[in-house]
């Protein structure tokens, strides 16, 4: 299935975020790999976007998948205008506390910071 993705501007900065972290931990070209399959991963959901957890209980409408077994991604589909959207609510890594970031109560991603 074709559509589009979109990010948030905060998934966009955890992204940036992991790719520092990762340069200054190892190598930009180790950053740049594992930032890619990120990516790849995510261009995936395109294909199959309800294959998420539906994670209901903590925003309505989000999904989650796992990237290498410790980067997790959240997602919506949004399918209300006939074109597949997927849009990516943020990206984390590590054990990073995303149920508190991006629960319906907590006032958005900033909140895990």
């Known amino acids: 299935m074709t559509g589009r993705t979109n990010y948030t501007p905060e998934a966009q900065q955890q992204l940036n975020e992991l790719d520092d972290w990762i340069t200054k931990a190892a190598s930009a070209e180790i950053a740049r790999r594992f930032v890619s399959a990120i990516l790849d991963h995510i261009d995936g959901i395109l294909v199959f976007p309800h294959a998420g957890q539906a994670r209901d209980d903590v925003r309505p409408g989000m999904r989650t ?25 943020g990206v984390f890594h590590g054990g990073q506390d995303w149920e508190a970031a991006l629960g319906d ?3 958005g991603p900033e909140a895990a910071r």
């Open 65 to 89: 998948t796992s990237v290498k077994k410790r980067t997790l991604v959240a997602y919506e589909v949004d399918e209300s205008s006939g074109e597949l959207v997927v849009n990516v609510l």
């Open 105 to 107: 109560n907590q006032g």
